[in-house]
């Protein structure tokens, strides 16, 4: 069976609708991360944009280190398939596309000189990136011209400095970058950190003042759902699709980019008047809250309870009566009310949300979700809970079992270096900062047999959350009692006791 090349698609050989043509093109895309959610999200909107004759941008995708799949995508000459399926508004939807916008994929650790000229091409104009919320880090690292630097940001000093070095400091070539790192105000963290090694590496101050003056940081939010290769699936695909394809995606076809920046940046990069669902806006925080607040919120409220009580996936829990009902409980009741937008929004995405964790054809692990439960948890719940507080004079008894299940699930021994729980499905490894084990395992040693006692001591550790939350009035009475009844009973005994009232 062939694989799939451009030599298949210019032939009309695949049969897929809306597929843009097989030409490659002028590179004005530089892409930093060669991952599935990039090549399921920005490049396949780039794609679908070009498809409508909006642009013609070709995207020159770049590994964020040494290994990566730049071979692989030069193989299939740049293309690969989005497969998009899942529920939308009751109904299950499925499209398929083969991406073709990927006119170059490279290692810049072996090939640093092919980046630069991508960076000190003239038809450059955006920087996209995806490198893990530790990709945007202040990582101090010598100046070295002629090779890769190591951290992203210093990577982009570098491709800047070369860039301004070649064409000048004028306006025409500042670049706009849009960063997908899912952390707060990504493009001027990013910004920050790049004048930053300007400084250290002693660059010309006029490099620092171009950097400041005519390069765009734009701070954005991305929101899709990428599972990846569907590698269950992969041989009955192929067969379907007349070609092996090893580096197709699979996605949701739910997606949301919020793009904090000007409106003459917006008709450059016009993804919008594809119908895509890409927003401008001079206030990105509205929609960082709806997505924090009721995804993130939701998921981070509900998995780990799901996961003590033997469910796997949050597919899984959509499909379990009780998990499901506590989960409407705690979205519609304690989580939506408080989120700072119309109430027919936030009404709408959450409904949105519940049909997306419905998804039959994404499988979402919760131990994955579990990754980090103490940060996420004060980030993403924290705030519902003490809005639901000041406004009830109390703590909402949803989100106060979700902190008792998180303190249950942290409930571990430590075995050769690694913290393992146990849950009657067996045991799993519970993944977090070092401190954090630290003092969960300290508290469960010393308090296991008093939950009261346990939540006291973990509660007021400002080291796990912040702030001191035995604070927060009737919070720690509501954990005990429900970790009490966890303990007692079991977590799905505890979860059917809340359901019933």
Known sequence: MPLLSRGLLAGGALDVAHTAGAPVLPVTVLQIGDGNFLRGFVDWMVDVTNGQGLMKAGVAVAQPLGQGIAGMLTAQDGLYTVLLRGIEN???VESRRVVSCVSDALNPYADWDRMLAHA???????????????????????YTPGVSQQSFPAKVTALLHARFKA???????????????LIEANGSNLKRIVLAH?????LESGFAAWVEAHNHFLNTLVDRIVPGYPKDEAAALAAKWGHEDPLAVAGEPFHVWVIEGPAHLADEFPLHKAGLNVVWTDDLQ????????????????????AFCAGIDTVKGMMDDATLSAYLRTVMFEEIVPFVPLPEAERQDYARTIMERFGNPYIRHELISIALNSVSKWSVRVLPSLKDGV?????????????????LWFYRGTLADGAYIGTRDAGPYPIREDATVIA???????AHGDDPKALVAALLADARLWGEDLTRVPGLAVRTAEHLAVIRAKGMRSALEQFSAG
Do not use: Q
Request: glycine share 10%; charged share 20%.
């Open 439 to 445: 003092v969960m395992s300290a508290a469960w040693a």
């Open 120 to 142: 000190t091409s003239p038809t450059l104009r955006f920087v996209v990136s995806n490198t893990t919320e530790a990709g945007i880090a202040d990582v101090e690292e010598p």
């Open 198 to 202: 300007a400084r250290r590496w002693g």
């Open 167 to 181: 064409l000048g400091g004028t306006a025409e070539n500042g670049l706009v970058f849009l960063p997908c790192e």
């Open 390 to 406: 000041a406004a009830r004079g109390e703590a909402p008894t949803g989100l106060s079992f979700s902190l008792a299940a998180l």
């Open 90 to 92: 009751g109904r299950e």
């Open 286 to 305: 509205p929609y960082r809250t709806r997505k924090v607040r009721i995804l993130n919120g939701a998921h981070t409220a509900s998995a780990l309870a």
